[in-house]
């Protein structure tokens, strides 16, 4: 009798022949793309000056008090708040504490934020696609020109997007492993980005559950009591603050900007939330023109072609075909895979994530601006960087998918060559180097694949990379050079996005938001006669009432909110104010109106009853000329 064993041989891991703590080829160029992007998003960092004023007036008064900073409030007398919920505005605040108030000190942790996320951006792909993928993703990201221009100012999309991918992480990490605080910690996250952007920030939420749900490693039953317990995470991270302002005396903290009823879940749900799905008909905060540069018209009618109109293609529109073609090949590639799959899960995740954001930014029937597809940017990013590898697999399937990644180039460089065209005076060789490196990109491909070159291929594959993102390169570094401030802002050059140019309020310095200088003259007028009164001045709107809080930290009564349009104060409050000796001066007019609004009449109530028991002050009592729209109520009180 004999007994026969078997031995089974491990085939032997590979030796790394690396000497400790030396850094790797991939680490060095992942280093360099970041340092890259820290440049990008830094560089003259000041220009873009107070940015959108009407947040950097809130960002003075949260530095100067703890009570602005907790409701987000315009001023440091706490008299209105912002639009938003203050989560994106405390960085700015805290920074602005550390450093002193500044330009610099404000978009810093907005710069950081970017950098982050193209970093974040990085990791998540490389675990997912590899060091390839992540590196073209991730320079697909920075170089977004939409991604460039909000990672450089003072709204609260850079750390929404940061947020989003912080969550991404945390959801990975939870795919990876099935632990359950990992989707707990996801939840928290996405809970905090709401306190950015309000329900905007749960436009990835649906990518996040459908692919846990998908791919998660445990059984669907505790896939789905983990997804209901990372839900009420989220609900407690999004919730505390909104609580806080809902059961605050509203006697004693600001009224809830951009509402008509002074409620924040009337902001959540009404001008934040479903008037900006479905528009609103009628007057009242949140209708057409309500908000920070608010109105329909900035991103273009709603439709399918949106993210591809004037508006938006130079923002967003560069890499959507790659981005469509890569999700495509990658599905296509991983079709058999077991459910668990993470390479199919990341398609998913990040097919997901883009598939929702470009849905509701393309037929979003309210306020919409081009600038809030950064939400977008990561997505397209990763499904660009990774499908351009997925391509190249696709192509060493069958002799006949050769072709995907040169046609989609082809597209791309096509679809580069018309959004260039929009804007022809700019950078005129872009458009010819473009055709050629297409041309010359296809070429190699064809050549290396037919002579199984390797080096010829890699060569072809380079040359593809720098043409597809010459073009949102050259609108992000047009970017820079020309700094923007207001609300309704665009990257690329002048003209770029679909309409905003110089002027009041259309995308340059000045208008509602904007950049307007306070007079100096009349800070001195204001601060030497103001006796008692516990406002400076009074205003109609931010864009007069922004540069006197950002120079002076004084509290500064802004009448209507951010365009005059808010029912605060009402003309008997505001009677009541004067009685009471808070209010001595207001001015008239200017870039908030004062003639109404969307709020209804109350803003031009109170212009009438001004001008009529008020004493105009002379432009000359502070150094001004012509006719000034100063008036003092000291008789009236």
Not at 71 to 97: E, M
Not at 473 to 482: P, R
Not at 572 to 596: D, I, M, S, T, Y
């Amino acid at each position: 009798m004999s007994v026969t064993t078997e031995l089974r041989v491990e085939p032997a891991a590979p030796v790394d022949l690396r000497r400790p703590g030396r850094v790797s080829r991939s680490g060095w160029i992942t280093g360099a793309i970041g340092a890259l992007t820290a440049v990008l998003y830094t560089w003259d960092l000041s220009s873009v000056g107070m940015g959108n004023s009407y947040y950097a007036a809130a960002v003075k008064a949260m530095s100067v008090s703890w009570k602005a900073f907790l409701f987000g409030s315009v001023d440091p007398g706490n008299f209105i708040t912002v639009d938003k919920p203050p989560a994106a505005l405390w960085v700015q605040a805290l920074s602005a504490r550390i450093f002193g108030f500044g330009s610099w000190s404000m978009l810093l942790p907005e710069a950081l934020a970017g950098v982050g996320s193209v970093l974040v951006l990085h990791h998540l792909v490389k675990r997912w696609a590899g060091d390839t993928a992540a590196h073209l993703s991730a320079l697909a990201f920075a170089v977004s020109p939409v991604a460039l221009l909000m990672f450089r100012y003072n709204n609260p999309d850079a750390v929404l997007t940061f947020l989003g991918l912080a969550a991404a992480w945390a959801l990975w990490s939870a795919l990876e492993t099935g632990r359950t605080r990992m989707l707990l910690a996801a939840g928290a996250i996405s809970g905090l980005a709401f306190q950015a952007k309000m329900l905007q920030a749960f436009l990835v939420l649906p990518a996040f559950g459908l692919v846990y749900l998908v791919a998660g490693p445990p059984k669907l039953g505790r896939r789905i009591v983990q997804l209901a317990l990372a839900g009420v995470t989220m609900v407690v991270s999004a919730g505390w603050w909104v609580a806080i302002v809902a059961l605050w005396p509203a006697s004693s903290r600001p009224f809830i900007g951009s509402t008509s009823d002074n409620s924040i879940l009337s902001l959540i749900f009404g001008y934040n939330g479903l008037s900006r799905l479905f528009g609103r008909s009628g007057p009242g905060p949140g209708g057409g023109s309500g908000g920070p540069g608010g109105g329909t018209g900035f991103g273009g009618t709603p439709s399918w072609l949106r993210m591809f109109n004037a508006a938006n293609g130079g923002q967003i529109g560069w890499l959507l075909p790659l981005a469509l073609a890569g999700l495509l090949a990658g599905l296509w590639l991983t079709r058999r895979g077991p459910r668990t799959d993470l390479a199919r899960a990341g398609w998913l995740l990040w097919g997901g994530w883009a598939a929702v954001c470009f849905v509701v930014f393309s037929k979003a029937q309210g306020i919409y601006h081009p600038y809030y597809t950064v939400q977008l940017a990561p997505a397209v990013g990763a499904l660009a960087g990774a499908g351009g590898v997925a391509l190249w697999k696709l192509g060493r399937t069958s002799t006949w998918l050769r072709m995907a990644l040169p046609a989609a180039l082809v597209v791309s460089g096509g679809w580069a060559v018309s959004l260039l065209d929009r804007t022809p005076a700019f950078h005129a060789w872009l458009r010819p180097a473009i055709v050629a490196g297409v041309a010359l990109a296809s070429a190699g491909m064809w050549v290396a694949w037919q002579f199984r070159n390797k080096a010829l291929l890699v060569g072809a594959g380079a040359v593809a990379a720098l043409t597809v993102l010459a073009g949102p390169a050259a609108y992000a570094a047009a970017t820079i050079a020309n700094a923007q401030g207001g609300p309704i802002i665009a990257a690329g050059p002048t003209g770029a996005g679909g309409g905003a140019g110089p002027g009041p309020g259309g995308g340059r310095a000045g208008g509602p938001g904007g950049n307007a200088k306070a007079d100096q003259g009349l800070i001195n007028y204001l601060e030497a006669n103001r006796g008692t009164a516990t406002y400076l001045v009074a205003a109609f709107g931010s864009g007069s009432s922004a540069p006197i809080i950002i120079a002076t930290g004084e509290p500064v009564m802004t009448i209507g909110g951010f365009n005059g349009g808010d029912p605060a104060p009402t003309l008997a409050q505001f009677e009541a104010l004067v009685a009471a000796g808070k209010v001595r001066f207001v001015l008239v007019g200017g870039q908030g109106g004062g003639q109404g609004g969307p709020g209804g009449n109350g803003s031009g109530q109170i212009t009438s009853w001004v001008t009529q028991h008020g004493k105009a002050v002379p432009a000359g009592a502070y150094g001004g000329t012509g006719t000034s729209n100063l008036y003092d109520l000291a008789g009236a009180a």
